[in-house]
């Protein structure tokens, strides 16, 4: 016997004196909530009910009966409804892990903007570019360029990084002209280090591709460190679309080659395939993901869009569940 479910339809009863009516409340057949009664009064051997062919009473031992078990179901209750609603308002702490590139700002505004619908969640964010295993390194979330493969982590991706090519107008003005990808080979060029073409560069421009070598004099795995080689105007520099869109739409920085860029990357979410039932964890991904997959803001804001293969990527991905 569930003694709470028989108690609940012991309650229902006695408010409605009704087994029927009490049935149409639990949403059960009336021989079920006849059944719970008759398994409580048999349980505890005493009559609970006086039965006619018209209603139900209680008696004077159901009466007593009644009124602490009405406290008991009502607490009950009251739980079950506490559950539910911190259920859907996430609560805890989240250990994220962030690529340096995406904290530069975005990544603050989404967990502020996720904070406002969920405040109860906590967030530990570190933030490095190194492709770290969240299983072996503790973490419940990484959003990453290059995630390990393994099977213990589910890998979910969240948006396209777009690269530019950019210099300041003032070293634009004063350097040799930059009208082809040949050209950048009499430019100091300055790039992330662990891009993975390395030295020999895929311009693609619609639907053709231009390899170029291109000997950097700075590789770095610091995307501010970029950010400040370019605005000293000290050469050209391949920067993500995230990192340089500021800098670009308030023209301390201008494109170079506009028509031509490297293959995009995806940044994914990786977790442990332990979390995928974890309802923050994937409530935070769900959230990135809305806010993100179709298009980038910042890429919005600097008008490029994506090729049509690439859409159809993005469709695929808002397909995953």
């Not at 159901?62 to 406290?71: N, V, W």
């Not at 350097?175 to 100091?188: K, N, Q, S, V, Y």
Request: hydrophobic letters at 45%.
């Amino acid at each position: 016997m569930d003694l709470f479910m028989s108690m609940e339809a012991f309650v229902r009863a006695a408010e409605a004196q009704s087994f029927a009516s009490a049935a149409r409340q639990l949403g059960v057949a009336k021989s079920v909530v006849t059944s719970r009664v008759k398994q409580l009064e048999e349980h505890f051997g005493v009559a609970l009910f006086h039965r006619s062919t018209r209603a139900v009473r209680l008696s004077e031992v159901g009466e007593s009966y009644y009124r602490d078990c009405l406290l008991l179901v009502t607490k009950v209750r009251e739980l079950s409804g506490r559950a539910s609603a911190e259920t859907q308002s996430l609560s805890g702490t989240l250990n994220v892990h962030v690529l340096p590139g995406f904290a530069l700002g975005h990544f603050s505004q989404a967990l502020i903007a996720f904070r406002e619908a969920h405040p109860r969640i906590e967030f530990v964010v570190t933030v490095n570019d190194r492709v770290i295993d969240p299983v072996q390194e503790g973490f419940d979330l990484a959003l990453q360029i290059y995630p390990p493969a393994s099977n213990l982590l589910v890998e979910r991706k969240l948006f396209p990084v777009r690269g530019v090519l950019c210099a300041t107008p003032a070293y634009l003005k004063e350097e040799p002209a930059i009208e082809t990808p040949l050209d950048l080979l009499r430019h100091d060029f300055a790039r992330y280090a662990h891009y993975p073409w390395g030295d020999n560069w895929p311009l693609m421009k619609g639907n053709e591709c231009y390899e170029i070598a291109l000997n950097a004099v700075l590789k770095t795995n610091s995307v501010h460190l970029l950010l400040e080689f370019a605005r000293a105007g000290a050469g050209v520099v391949y920067l993500p679309t995230m990192v340089a869109a500021g800098d670009l739409l308030e023209r301390r920085l201008v494109r170079v080659l506009p028509d031509y860029a490297a293959p995009p990357l995806w940044l994914s979410a990786v977790y442990p395939t332990s979390h995928r039932s974890t309802t923050k964890v994937k409530a935070f991904v769900d959230f990135l993901r809305e806010r993100y997959l179709s298009e980038p803001q910042w890429d919005k804001a600097l008008g490029i869009a994506p090729p049509d293969d690439e859409e159809r990527d993005v469709d695929e991905e808002l397909g995953d569940t």
